[in-house]
DNA sequence: ATCAATTATGCAAACGGTTGCACGATGTAT
DNA sequence: ATACATCGTGCAACCGTTTGCATAATTGAT
């Protein structure tokens, strides 16, 4: 049915092995010859079956992303969304597919059989697949994985943002702005970001440590802001999570008619669209998706060629200055 | 290197032609040898090489979803990342594989690599790509549209939730809640589904027609949202067309010291993450965007498995009443 | 003009499955 | 007991490429 490199080859008038090497540049071939093959693959709208040439040739073409999503919020988050898209962009530009996967349903079978059943010539994972058991499994397999992993970090290869950097700036930031009392607010414990993020709050943070881990919500962040803004000696400014307790903390401060910036200051963690447009616009740690998802592309295609061992790259977090913690007026 | 079809069969004792029946279930075996195959796959951990089977069998095994994104923003769209987990967990129920390809930039010559390099079985198309052109191109290969084209709407093969119903409806919930001159907020022209919204408020609405579409963004809302609640008989509610509409128009209503829901009522389309954290509360006209997902997998395999020919489907949307638009005390 | 080195192309065997056809074995009806 | 349908399995061709090896054609050196 579909036109094959045989009736390509037919008519040229050469052998389908030449036509498959004018293809692929492997070979010298007569600016003749390949001039007539080209003419005749014009001629009869001639496109490779990638499936013939896989199996052939022994890669896939494709890559595979990885996520643990038990509902849609997680393909919607936008570290992952923004990644995602960079990741296609990359994989797009080398000719490559990108297949995603979802691995939380399905208790690690995901993973295994887009490797060994030749789906894809690597993985891009995430952080919480990174376990002892998986890692036999996967083996020499190239991967990269998106994020920092809990365990095995010097082992693996992985590309993240600098949580603990990003978290440190925020909280410098705030300090030359003046404020004194600063406080952490949102993020879950068992998340190794967070904890990360944490870690560079304390760095940097001389004084009085006061840490509010929420389950994840806006309500959540709201309600411990409220409680925390109502003490005596309260905070007067917040590095948040994540923009959803960025949005409880605002609110909590509407209520408790504590002006943003002047009483309290804001920072958080991800540049979502709504940031700037909230009120007062958000200052924000920012961090490079697109960057974050091309260097992993190209990570994994250095390991793919075999060019390199297992590699760390962390890139560092970029302070987006808005209004919500500028108290200094200009 | 890796364990093949033919390994299995010899540690079995069979044919590979013997295997492969086993494995696709393809006609009737002993109970005995179907026993020793499953066996024999056990111990040697095999795992089907999919490029060769798909190679013969001609079935790639994978749907493509086409988007056609110029930057990072289309994928974190919750209607396109809700949907996209949707069609990854019908296609994986299926045992098929999930390929996401951007077509914007290269123009055209995606969709096109995709089908004729046998890549996928299937394709789900972004409305913006119905064209007479593409279409042609297309023949007869099987695909979904998610959304409703704008043209050749009855010869293409479609699933949509009903933008203009959903409109209806938030018109008709804010004119029972007392509302008089509701007007409509947001979106552009050019985006079908925002012509088609306009055109549920304008059926439902029987009073002066306000329609202020924007470029999309909360800024350009709220500017206009600002110009229009100045006039001395401004509207008392909005349909907004999206969030980011709805969050320019509340932080208007704050400014100018309207209460939500008091003297403004609001509804907004789409459910996005932050809505039910606003201040008010956004009611929401919701759309189902897991049954719209699943619902363009089942008809795509039903078209590729020849079953039907061009078909539509509509979906309803559904109210998430929330405070933003009861004025009436309960 | 002869021979070696190089270049351009063909031949045929993979790659790892699927599937139509054939055939022996078993079951059923007469 | 014979004829015929059914069942279970093997054989081998095929899916559409890539690629190592062989060979014919060309070039260059002597």
Chains 1, 2 share one sequence.
């Not at 297949?99 to 030749?118: F, P, V, W, Y």
């Amino acid at each position: 049915m579909a036109v094959t490199i045989h009736d390509v080859a037919l008519l040229a008038g050469v052998n389908s092995s030449t036509v498959s090497r004018v293809i692929n540049g492997k070979a010298t071939i007569t600016p003749d010859t390949k001039e007539r093959v080209y003419a005749a693959m014009r001629e009869l709208d001639y496109h490779p079956n990638s499936l013939a040439r896989s199996l052939a040739s022994g890669l896939s073409g494709a890559i595979g992303v990885v996520v643990n999503a038990r509902d849609a919020e997680a393909f919607s988050n936008v570290f992952f969304s923004r990644s995602l898209f960079a990741i296609e962009q990359a994989a797009q530009a080398r000719g490559y597919q990108v297949i995603i996967a979802n691995g939380a349903q399905s208790r690690g079978g995901t993973i295994e059989n887009l490797m060994k059943e030749h789906k894809v010539d690597g993985l891009i994972l995430p952080p919480t697949t990174v376990k002892p058991a998986l890692m036999e499994t996967i083996g020499d397999f190239p991967y990269v994985v998106l994020g920092t992993p809990d365990t095995l970090r010097s082992e693996t290869c992985w590309v993240d943002n600098n949580n603990e950097q990003g978290a440190e700036m925020a909280v410098r930031h705030l300090q030359k702005q003046g404020y004194q009392r600063i406080a952490y607010l949102g993020g879950h414990l068992k998340r190794g970001f967070t904890k990360r993020r944490i870690r560079g709050y304390q760095n940097a943070n001389g004084g009085t440590e006061i840490i509010l881990t929420t389950d994840g919500t806006a309500e959540n962040a709201y309600m411990l802001a409220v409680g925390e803004l109502k003490k005596a000696e309260h905070p007067d400014a917040f590095v948040c999570n994540d923009n959803l307790a960025a949005f409880g903390l605002l609110k909590a401060c509407r209520e408790l008619r504590l002006p943003v910036p002047r009483e309290i200051g804001i920072v958080a963690f991800d540049n979502y669209p709504l940031a700037e447009y909230m009120d007062p616009p958000l200052t924000i740690v920012d961090i490079d998706t697109a960057m974050l998802g091309e260097q992993s592309v190209q990570l994994l295609f250095r390991r793919i060629e075999n060019k390199v061992g297992n590699q760390q790259i962390m890139l560092s977090a970029n302070l987006v200055i808005r209004a919500s913690s500028e108290r200094k007026a200009k």
